[in-house]
């Protein structure tokens, strides 16, 4: 079966860095375009940026542009988030998916796949 599965979460300072990764398996990896959400307490989940299967397309949120990059590694069946500048407001659990649709593909209804997600909390 399909498992998508995160990794790098972590408890950091407002300013530091982190890199999240996400594992996929039972899947034909770089057929699939992918994503990373992520959902704050209380508060509706929330694309942050996606990629093509070549990883030669990419689109991110206002809110993370110039601080978050997302990259894949095909032969590795890994996706990648990496954060910079971190700020209290990206405090959320971060879920990485995989769809095979096109289009804009910044809706949780546009993915059929799923990791558990990792916690990412940023101290002032």
């Known amino acids: 079966q399909v498992q998508l599965v995160e990794s790098g979460g972590g408890l950091v300072q407002a300013g530091a860095s982190l890199r999240l990764s996400c594992v996929a398996s039972?899947?034909?990896?770089?057929?699939?375009?992918m994503a990373w959400f992520r959902q704050a307490p209380g508060k509706e989940s929330e694309f942050v940026a996606r990629?093509?299967?070549?990883?030669?397309?990419?689109y991110y949120r206002d809110s993370v542009k110039g601080r978050f990059t997302i990259s894949r590694d095909n032969a590795k069946n890994t996706l990648y988030l990496q954060m910079n500048t971190l700020k209290p407001e990206d405090t959320a659990v971060y879920y990485c998916?995989?769809?095979?649709?096109?289009?804009?593909?910044?809706?949780?209804?546009?993915?059929?796949?799923w990791g558990q997600g990792t916690q990412v909390t940023v101290s002032s």
């Open positions: 990629m093509s299967q070549s990883g030669s397309s990419t």
């Open positions: 998916a995989a769809t095979l649709k096109i289009g804009p593909l910044r809706s949780r209804l546009d993915y059929a796949y």
């Open positions: 039972g899947l034909t990896f770089g057929a699939y375009r």
